[in-house]
């Protein structure tokens, strides 16, 4: 096996994809890249690792694309050649779901929770996404210091702290029993299940973190 680096190999190369923070598909541009190349007997392979930025917004991300020799087909309908690649983006944006507004406001617990439980969503990973909706109820729950042993005592326990409403209390026993069954048989969510899920979660942080500081910043008497 022979391995070689190269620089730059795809310098100036622009790609179209969804920007994390324009939040729509945007024209990037790779400003540096490194190339991993390596040759076997009768296979080669390139992966190119990028630093790349959005050229409306300017923000910068991660790319890496793989190639290898045996990524290209022919075509006998077209009587041509066609090539492919894998691709990653980092931070990962697939699945479109954006972070809610001044989520870095949140305190640290809750906030590394819900990171990851949006790395989950957007990486397609259904079963630690399912279990991190119920990860993000929990420490809510330790950071209010709701009362009880249990998950199931304390989502009642924020209803006595007048956190949520009644109609939130039976949501959230729904999100409570999601996360068992991904912990316990290692079972996916499904992606409307996990879709409201997100929705209901961001709906407590925002009520319950963001907007509180907001109106005490906004409407200073
Ligand atoms: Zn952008």
Redesign the pocket.
Known sequence: MARKIKKDVTLGVQLKFI????RIP?KHVVLTSYEDCIAEEGFDSQTSYQIVQ?L????LCFRSEYEDSESHSYDMSTGEDYYWSTEHIFPHRTAGRFKIKDSFTLPPGVGKAYDELVSAMNAGQTILAGLGIRVVLESVCVDLKAEGDNLFKKINGLLKLNAITESDVSILHKLRALGNTAAHEAKPSSPEQLDLAMNVIEHLLLGTYIHPRLASSVFRS
Do not use: S
Not at 19 to 22: A, L, M, T, V
Not at 56 to 59: D, I, P, R, T, V
């Open positions: 920007c994390g923070e324009c945007q959005c409306n917004c300017e923000a």
